[in-house]
């Protein structure tokens, strides 16, 4: 009797036995792996004890993939500077203390997109109305800060933009005589941000003298170096009457970028959280109609049984 192949079983128990061949040998087991790496036909086992893992690709080398990365954070850079928020360098000094010249802030151009427009205390950054910036030196950047500041990562040298402080919005009247208090609709405003030694209103007669209404669509905008900043007041005689269109506004500068030790927030003052709303015109006459109205109705309708005093007489 031949070997017993060793795992194999029969429908039968007990061994089974392995048929001889011609030449007198048995035949080789039938689970004896015949090649390595290879599966059953049905393709649903397990792999085999021989079975060698595939090997790993080689990843990608990083000098292939950098041109990739920083074509991805260029457009992720443009998009956030179009979209989101984008860097301003300060110039001068007319909005000292608040900023100095040489800050660097951060704009939110988000929120215009969504119709919300300026509000009294908040710092904008706007595009220049109509020559404001006439005469002041342009600068002359080199190619990579040209291409920095078209990307967002470094202020724009072309566009032609200036930062204030919104003092008056559409349907105010800003007023200033003497050397302060500015006021708006009437109350006075408590200007801390103003630079130390200056006074609220300027007193001379090029325009630091002035009463004006906000048309609608338009801003009236201030320096906080109130002696050293040419606004909204020295700009009266332009096509806008030194207001700004809302149109013109870049967006609010929310927060100081840089240098790190003058990080910090441009939070709108105290001062404006007070009620400074104009009284519609039409509301006023209401106000001052009602009681005429009631009194009148009053006269017609006392002993006289035949007016009701719940309705007009018919």
Not at 98 to 106: H, K
Not at 173 to 189: H, I, Q, Y
Request: glycine letters at 12%; charged letters at 20%; aromatic letters at 6%.
């Amino acid at each position: 009797m031949g070997d017993l192949a060793v795992g194999a079983r029969s429908g039968h128990d007990g061994p089974e036995e392995q048929p001889e061949r011609t030449d007198g040998s048995a035949t080789p087991a039938t689970n004896e792996v015949v090649a390595t790496g290879s599966e059953s036909g049905d393709g649903g086992g397990t792999k085999e004890h021989g079975e060698q893992d595939e090997k790993p690709k080689n990843p990608r080398s990083f000098w292939k993939e950098l041109p990739l990365l920083i074509g991805i954070a260029l457009v992720l850079a443009l998009l956030i500077k179009t979209f989101l928020v984008q860097a301003f360098s300060i110039p001068s000094d007319s909005m000292q203390n608040t900023l100095q010249q040489g800050d660097r802030v951060l704009v939110d151009k988000l929120t215009p997109w969504f119709g919300s427009e300026p509000s009294r205390g908040e710092v904008v950054v706007f595009h220049d109305p109509d020559n404001w910036l006439a005469g002041e030196p342009t600068p002359n950047p080199n190619a990579v800060q040209q291409v920095l500041s078209k990307i967002g990562l470094m202020p724009s040298a072309d566009e032609k933009d200036l930062i204030k402080r919104v003092i008056g919005v559409a349907g105010d009247t800003v007023e200033c005589e003497n050397s302060g208090p500015l006021t708006v609709n009437g109350k006075a405003l408590n200007e801390t941000y103003v630079y130390a030694g200056n006074t609220p209103c300027s007193v001379d007669d090029q325009g630091g003298q002035f009463k004006v209404t906000v048309p609608p669509g338009k801003i009236w905008v201030m320096g906080d170096h109130r002696q050293n900043s040419l606004d909204s007041r020295y700009h009266q005689q332009d096509k806008y009457q030194g207001f700004v269109p809302v149109g013109n506004v870049v967006g609010r500068a929310i927060v100081i970028a840089w240098p790190p030790t003058r990080w910090n927030t441009l939070p709108i003052p105290d001062t404006f959280d007070q009620n400074l709303s104009a009284a519609a015109p039409g509301a006023l006459g209401l106000a001052g109609a009602a009681p005429l109205v009631l009194w009148r109705r009053r006269r017609l309708t006392a002993g006289n049984p035949r007016v009701s005093g719940r309705g007009t007489a018919g």
